[in-house]
Nanobody
Framework: QVSLVESGGGLVQPGNSLRLSCAID????????VGWFRQAPGKEREFVAA????????FYASSVKGRFTISKNNAENMVYLQMNSLKVEDTAVYYC???????????????WGQGTQVTVSS
């Protein structure tokens, strides 16, 4: 019923910025949250950031706090991830997902996008 499509990934040099977008097709309940996760080759899926749909409460992984900012536009069903001061270790496929409350663990999410590749390399 709900689909999510990520866009905005690409190849950037360390220290540069990138803005990811997540377009959501379907209704998002006020109690829901939308999160960003990432997965690098050979690594576990990792929480990045989340935002609650009914308000602006946000959560960030310690590894990205202060560098990444999650935001949303409820009227347009859009969620964004602004990534600044990118590091090589940020390289991964980034996924957006809809969950029951915008928590920090993957099992709380039930709708996932297909991902967008972010590569940080000099």
């Amino acid at each position: 019923q709900v689909s999510l499509v990520e866009s905005g990934g690409g190849l950037v040099q360390p220290g540069n910025s990138l803005r990811l977008s997540c377009a959501i097709d379907g209704r998002i309940l006020s109690s829901n949250g939308v999160g960003w996760f990432r997965q690098a080759p050979g690594k576990e899926r990792e929480f990045v950031a989340a935002i609650r749909w009914s308000r602006t409460s946000t959560f960030y992984a310690s590894s990205v706090k202060g560098r990444f900012t999650i935001s949303k536009n409820n009227a347009e069903n859009m969620v964004y991830l602004q990534m600044n001061s990118l590091k090589v270790e940020d390289t991964a496929v980034y996924y957006c997902a809809r969950g029951r409350g915008g928590g920090t663990v993957a099992y709380e999410y039930f709708d996932w996008g297909q991902g967008t590749q972010v590569t940080v390399s000099s």
